[in-house]
């Protein structure tokens, strides 16, 4: 059961992120509630690859072959932050640009922009 | 060189050459720049047109660092390269090549960052077509997106073009998420990322995970696709991106995502939800069509040209859901020769719109009302990319379309001929509409309460020299496009294709244990006597929609009431369309949930 | 679409995604269970295949090396397009002329923050240095060392402010470095590829385990990476610095 909950947390951080971006009234905030939904991803990703009671998959102070969690998500999930904060950084630049422009960064008043 | 050898370079080339433009950009002058670009995308559409020739004597495989499986267990990553892939993969290289040659004369000045990020989005687009793993996929799903995004807002000093870049990458990387959940959650159960391996180690039994899977990976993909209601973006970017962009963007990277979609459908899930093919279809087909109809109706409501086209395409990547959602094999060759012959026509008429910009300063269809008299040449393509999204006829569209029509009627499915039949209409009537006014005048007179048109910054060196160049390029895809069905065996090669992507046991075979899938299996091509009354029946329903939006206001009252109705229906979807991006967010996340719910109250 | 009809949907929706969600997590292996077999064989045959400890590293590499390459194109085309963004109406030449020469925290840093900033540089340099080359041996590598090398130019600005940062940072040279570790890791896969037939195939001598330099390739594409996260990082520092400093100086 308690395992169980361990996997819905992604689900919750998903759903919360969304609700977030959709209800945001400024795109800083809207931005990082984007991060926050990615966030869940990472979270998924290295719970279906952990072990329990098992060590890193680095064998210099443990002899290889100890029992290990699984590599290929921690590799998966550097990937996935790497991405995050990259496309983080551009929309923050967007956004940036954006206010210096026109003075707002809120959502509804920007709706003429996307005119 | 192998083939084998021939799927890294495709990719691997023009990513060292955008680093090398990078790196000298500040140093050397602009065309320097561009002629190495140019030689990047060249490189790549060569070896993409020899690779697909290769594939078409059998699949190519790559492992990328030697790491072939073992057991049956996949190692690391592999390129797993079918003609269809292939042929896209050198149709996108095809796409970049014309748009950077459209765009040497187009820029006034501008840095390394065009060329660069031009040349990495074709690579990212290259390897998304060829790759087998599939979170590499979802990689080239991001390097695709964060060129795009980047390059949308390539006019940076108008700030509309630097919110539709913000739309576009906030709703396209939630998306992305989405598919990466799905990801995650097959991981977990297969304890693989091989597509081969997954399908293998998921068998033939379909759970909540596999469905709830499935689904967020298709609806993260269709996002890129533009379906409704996942499709707002689009337009937004579209009315805002570099001319020549747009030509790869409704060209390429939208029909990728529905690509790999079916690519996924077929090298992963099509054992685990083969059973339940028929509900599968069912909620396909209900957003296909969705999509077809809402994007002709607001294509037609436009009079922003680029703005037109973009909705245009909205309506197109709802043909090809339908297609993809009928699940039979000449439904996807006839969508393979659709794709090809939608993006030469699409790109012609966004090379059109460029042209527009670069002479006229404007794309706004009321603002140029009359300018194209006496100029046959830009008038001539853009009608004949008219026609080609009405499906007349010889176009490739007309190919496409008889194929899934085929495809439709074998189902028992012939009503589907005419939603679809009607948004290809729809699409053709609203172009031959703008034409109508910009080449002859014609149309009512402006509404003088009518909001004003948004200012265009111009993207270009207005009445610069002649452009030659945008005219040639603009006169190779128009003709290109036209010449689709005189290539003999085109859909017989397209059914081929389409009859060895949906092989899985085949797949399998080939990717995990190295077997040769042999040459393409030959499959007669239908007769198209029927399709072509079809296509001409749309070609005229086209002109009568084109004709009543422009002489309307010229019938008897009681006739011109008849425009209340549609007005009506315009009216509401405008006002759907209305550019806030968390709305987009709350439509996204309403499509995903509505997908989903559906996939598994029907499965279930 | 308003407020409140804009949260009604989100909460239908989410309660729909949530349920969605739920059903589908209850489909995996129950916690702390993985199944494999991907990463138990890697875990197996790594170690002495590869001739190192770290197998996440072997996987990022490696064995998953195309994922890495289009993750540093990910960053370099990311930064390439917040360049594109935040450089638009400022030409660079003019950068150096600007009137003011007050920037964001200069003049205003006193003499204990500088203090210990030049402190925090050696430590920075130092630990960026040792994590991005040991990413063999320990939980570092490429990525991580040079984020947190970047970090040099966090703290050029906190203690001497802007224009001692871009006196110091060389934009045109960056660019350079950034391009360079980025073409180099897409210019190994090509070496490779006409060397062994295989794109990014680990060609070199593996050395023995625990050795700087050993698993063959991983180090020098780990190199690449370093330096080209560490170049991009100081690029986007620069950038963003530069741009809160034309905001105070232009009010609109």
């Given amino acids: ?115 | 060189m192998s083939a084998n050898m021939l799927a890294p370079l495709a990719f691997a080339v023009p990513l060292v050459v955008a680093a090398v433009c990078a790196g000298i950009g500040p140093f050397v002058p602009r065309r320097v720049l561009d002629a190495l670009a140019f030689g990047g995308s060249v490189f790549s559409l060569a070896a993409c047109a020899l690779l697909a020739s290769d594939a078409a004597q059998g699949t190519v495989v790559h492992w990328f660092g030697g790491w072939e499986p073992r057991h049956g267990i996949a190692l690391g990553i592999a390129f797993v390269v079918d003609p269809v892939g292939a042929a896209l993969a050198a149709f996108a290289a095809f796409l970049t090549t014309a748009a950077m040659a459209f765009a040497w004369t187009y820029y006034d000045e501008s840095g390394p960052a065009f060329p660069v990020l031009m040349l990495v989005f074709m690579a990212a687009l290259i390897g998304f077509f060829l790759t087998g793993d599939l979170f590499n996929l979802f990689v080239f799903f991001e390097l695709m997106g964060v060129a795009a995004y980047a390059l949308t807002a390539y006019r940076t000093e108008d700030e509309s073009a630097v919110m539709g870049a913000l739309s576009f990458a906030v709703v396209n990387s939630a998306g992305a998420f989405l598919i990466l959940l799905g990801i995650a959650l097959l991981y977990g159960r297969t304890g693989a990322l091989n597509m081969a391996q997954i399908a293998h180690a998921l068998g033939g039994h379909a759970d909540g995970l596999v469905l709830v899977a499935f689904a967020f990976i298709a609806c993260g993909l269709l996002v890129k696709a533009a379906l409704v209601p996942f499709h707002f973006w689009l337009a937004d970017a579209h009315a805002v991106a570099p001319t020549p962009l747009c030509v790869l963007f409704s060209g390429i990277m939208v029909q990728a995502g529905i690509y790999a979609l079916a690519r996924v459908y077929w090298s992963v899930f099509s054992g685990a939800l083969g059973e339940h093919e028929t509900a599968l279809r069912g909620v396909f087909l209900a957003f296909g069509v969705a999509t077809a109809l809402v994007g002709g109706i607001m294509c037609f409501a436009q009079r922003h040209f680029k703005r037109l086209l973009a909705f245009s395409t909205i309506a197109h990547t709802g043909i090809l859901v339908c297609a993809f959602a009928l699940f039979r094999t000449q439904a996807l060759g006839g969508m393979w020769l659709y794709i090809l012959g939608h993006g030469l026509a699409k790109g012609a008429l966004f090379m059109c719109s460029g042209i527009l910009l670069n002479r006229f300063g404007s794309v706004d269809v009321e603002e140029l009302r009359n300018i194209l008299r006496g100029r046959p040449w830009v008038t001539g393509a853009i009608a004949l990319g008219a026609l080609a999204l009405a499906g007349m006829p010889p176009f490739g569209t007309f190919v496409g379309t008889a194929l899934i029509d085929d495809g439709a009627r074998e189902l028992g499915l012939s009503w589907l001929h005419f939603p679809l039949l009607l948004a290809a209409a729809l699409t053709g009537g609203s172009v031959l509409n703008a034409l109508g006014h910009m080449a002859f005048g014609w149309g009512p007179p402006p509404d003088p309460h009518a909001q004003t048109p948004k200012h265009e910054t111009t993207e270009t060196k207005k009445n610069g020299g002649f452009p030659y160049a945008m005219y040639a390029v603009a006169a190779v895809l128009t003709l290109a496009s036209f010449s689709a069905m005189f290539v003999g065996g085109a859909p017989a090669a397209a059914l081929g294709a389409a009859a060895r992507f949906v092989d899985r046991p085949a797949q399998l075979a080939v990717v995990m244990n190295g077997a040769s899938s042999g040459p393409l299996p030959h499959v007669a091509a239908p007769p198209l006597t029927e399709a072509i009354v079809y296509g001409f029946a749309t070609t005229l329903l086209a002109m009568a929609f084109a004709a009543f939006a422009l002489f309307g206001h010229r019938l008897p009252a009681a006739l011109a009431a008849l425009r209340r109705g549609p007005a009506l229906i315009v009216e509401a979807l405008r006002a759907v369309h209305d550019g806030v991006v968390t709305d987009y967010i709350a439509w996204l996340a309403a499509g995903t949930a509505t997908i989903g719910v559906a996939l598994a109250v029907l499965v279930r | 679409m308003n407020d409140r009809i804009r949260k009604t949907i989100m909460m239908a929706t989410g309660a729909a995604l949530f349920a969605l969600g739920l059903w589908a997590v209850g489909g995996l292996p129950s916690f702390g269970h993985y199944p494999g077999p991907y990463g138990d064989v890697l875990n197996t045959v790594a170690p002495h295949e590869r001739q190192i400890p770290n197998i996440v590293t072997a996987v990022n590499f490696d064995y998953r090396g195309m994922d890495t390459l289009g993750e540093e194109y990910i960053f370099f085309a990311a930064v390439a397009g917040i360049a594109l963004v935040l450089r638009n109406d400022r030409k660079r030449t003019t950068i150096d002329a600007l009137p003011s020469r007050r920037a964001l925290h200069g003049p205003d840093a006193t003499d204990a923050v500088r203090m210990f900033t030049v402190l925090a540089l050696a430590v920075t340099v130092a630990f960026g240095m040792y994590l991005g080359i040991h990413a063999a041996q320990t939980p570092g590598g490429g990525f991580q060392g040079g984020a947190l090398l970047s970090g040099f130019a966090a703290l050029l600005l906190l203690g001497f402010g802007f224009p001692v940062m871009r006196k110091i940072l060389s934009q045109d040279g960056f660019e350079a470095v950034e391009a360079a570790g980025a073409g180099a890791y897409a210019l190994i896969g090509i070496a490779t590829l006409v060397a062994s037939g295989a794109f990014l195939k680990n060609v070199l001598p593996l050395g023995g385990e625990g050795q700087l330099f050993s698993a063959g390739t991983i180090p020098i594409i780990n190199l690449c990476v370093g330096v080209e996260v560490c170049a991009g990082f100081f690029l986007l520092f620069l950038e963003f610095a530069h741009e809160t400093r034309i905001e105070e100086q232009e009010p609109e």
């Avoid at chain 1, 002899?63 to 998966?76: I, N, S």
Wanted: glycine residues 8%.
């Fill in chain 1, 1 to 115: 059961m308690i395992g169980y909950l361990a996997f819905v947390v992604p689900v919750w951080i998903f759903v919360a992120g969304l609700y977030g971006m959709a209800t945001s009234r400024n795109l800083i905030h809207l931005i990082l509630c984007l991060s926050i939904t990615q966030s869940s991803t990472y979270v998924l990703i290295l719970e279906v690859g952990y072990r329990l009671g098992a060590t890193a998959p680095v064998f210099s102070d443990v002899l290889p072959g100890t029992r290990a969690v699984d590599p290929v998500v921690d590799a998966l999930t550097l990937t996935d932050i790497v991405v995050g904060a990259t496309v983080t950084a551009l929309l923050l630049a967007f956004a940036l640009r954006i206010h210096k422009r026109t003075g707002t960064l809120d959502p509804e008043a920007l709706r003429e922009m996307s005119g």
